[in-house]
C-alpha cells in the first residue's frame, strides 16, 4: 500500500480521542443527588398507616374546632347601621348633597345591649364598598415623610394630594386626606361613658412608621376636602386615628378600631350613641355601621376558623371509617415489601 495514502475516515474516527467525546457528550455528571439514590424516608401506605393517620387529624382537628366555634360564640357582638337613618328623611333623595352641605350633622342612636359584655368592648367603624386595595389609592402615600421630618418634601407618589399653595403636604396622599371622621360618644342612663382612645394601633406603626417629630402641615388645607383634620400640635406617632386608617385594608368591607369602652355592660342596658355623619360613603354607595365586640382568646367573631378546622376533622374521620370497612369487608393482600428496589440486598 502507498505510504501516501491517506487515512480512512473510519480510522480517523476511532482515533479520535475519548475524552474529547466525553466533554462533548450532553450526559449530566453522575452524583447521588441528581439520580435520586440519596437516603430518604420511603413508607410503605398500608391500610393501617392510612386509617391511623385519618384518625389522628380527626381526633385533633375536631376538638380545635368545636373550641374555636366556641369561643367566637361566647363574643358579644352588636352591629348598628345608621348611614342612611342618619339623614333627615326630607334630605334622603339627596344624601351626597347632604353629606357636602355645611351645618349640623348629629344623630342619636340607642342600641340595646343583648347580653353581658365584659370590658373592654372595643369599638369599630365598618365601611362597606370601599376599595382600599386600589392600587392608585393604596400607592398614594410617603412613607419617609411619615417617619422623617427632613423628608417633608418627598412627595413625589402623593398626586394629587402632594401639594397646598405650594408647600408641601404632611402627611400627603390619598389614603391620608380620605381620613374617617364620624365621631361617637356613649352615655348610659345619663352618664358618660369613657372612651380610650390609646393603644388603638399596631406599637410597631406608632414607634417605626411613624415619627415622634413629624408634625401636620397644610393638611385638608385645599379646596376640596376629603375627610377629618389633624391637631398639628401632636406628632404623628401620637394620633392614632391615622395611623389606624393609613394601614389599609385589603377587601371593600372592612373594620377598623376606634376606641375602647372601659366599662362592663350589662344584659338589656340601653346605650346612647350621639355620633357626627360627616364622612362621605354616599358618592359610591358605601355603608357605615358601628361596631360594638368583646373579644376571646381567639380574638373577634368569626366562626370560618371553627368550620374550617371541623370539616376537615369530619372529612378525615368520614374516611377513616370508609377505610375500614372496606379493609374489613374486602381486604386485599398486600405484596411482599422485600422485594421492593430499596429493600434487596447488593449482593
Not at 12 to 34: E, L, V
Not at 105 to 124: A, F, G
Not at 176 to 190: P, V
Not at 306 to 318: K, N, P, Q, S
Request: glycine share 6%; hydrophobic share 35%.
Amino acid at each position: 500500500m502507498d505510504s501516501n495514502t491517506p487515512p480512512s475516515s473510519s480510522a480517523a474516527a476511532g482515533s479520535a480521542d475519548p475524552s474529547a467525546a466525553r466533554r462533548n457528550s450532553k450526559r449530566p455528571k453522575y452524583s447521588r443527588f441528581t439520580q435520586q439514590e440519596l437516603p430518604a424516608c420511603k413508607p410503605i401506605l398500608t391500610p393501617g398507616w392510612v386509617i391511623s393517620s385519618f384518625m389522628l387529624v380527626s381526633i385533633v382537628f375536631i376538638p380545635i374546632g368545636v373550641a374555636s366555634l366556641l369561643a367566637s360564640h361566647n363574643v358579644v357582638e352588636i352591629v348598628d347601621r345608621y348611614d342612611t337613618v342618619c339623614i333627615p328623611e326630607s334630605a334622603r333623595n339627596d344624601k351626597v348633597n347632604y353629606i357636602q352641605s355645611p351645618g349640623d350633622k348629629t344623630c342619636t342612636r340607642n342600641i340595646t345591649v343583648t347580653k353581658h359584655m365584659k370590658k373592654p368592648i372595643y369599638v369599630y367603624y365598618q365601611l362597606d364598598n370601599f376599595y382600599q386595595n386600589h392600587r392608585r389609592y393604596v400607592k398614594s402615600r410617603s412613607d419617609a415623610q411619615l417617619r422623617s421630618n427632613g423628608s417633608a418634601d418627598d412627595v413625589s407618589s402623593c398626586e394629587p394630594e402632594d401639594k397646598s399653595n405650594g408647600q408641601p403636604i404632611v402627611p400627603c396622599g390619598l389614603i391620608a386626606w380620605s381620613l374617617f371622621n364620624d365621631t361617637y360618644d356613649f352615655s348610659r342612663n345619663g352618664q358618660q361613658l369613657s372612651l380610650n382612645k390609646k393603644g388603638i394601633s399596631w406599637k410597631s406603626d406608632r414607634e417605626h412608621k411613624f415619627g415622634k417629630n413629624v408634625f401636620p402641615r397644610n393638611f385638608q388645607n385645599g379646596s376640596l376636602i376629603g375627610g377629618g383634620s389633624l391637631n398639628s400640635s401632636l406628632p404623628l406617632s401620637e394620633q392614632e386615628d391615622l395611623i389606624v386608617w393609613m394601614r389599609t385594608a385589603a377587601l371593600p368591607t372592612f373594620r377598623k378600631l376606634y376606641g375602647k369602652i372601659e366599662d362592663d355592660l350589662q344584659a338589656n342596658d340601653v346605650i346612647m350613641v350621639t355620633l357626627e355623619n360627616r364622612y362621605n360613603t354616599y358618592s359610591f354607595n358605601g355603608k357605615k355601621k358601628l361596631v360594638l365586640s368583646t373579644a376571646s382568646w381567639l380574638g373577634g367573631k368569626n366562626d370560618f376558623l371553627g368550620i374550617a378546622y371541623l370539616t376537615v376533622g369530619g372529612l378525615c374521620l368520614f374516611l377513616a371509617m370508609v377505610f375500614t370497612i372496606l379493609y374489613l369487608v374486602k381486604p386485599r393482600q398486600l405484596g411482599d415489601p422485600s422485594y421492593l428496589s430499596w429493600n434487596r440486598n447488593p449482593g
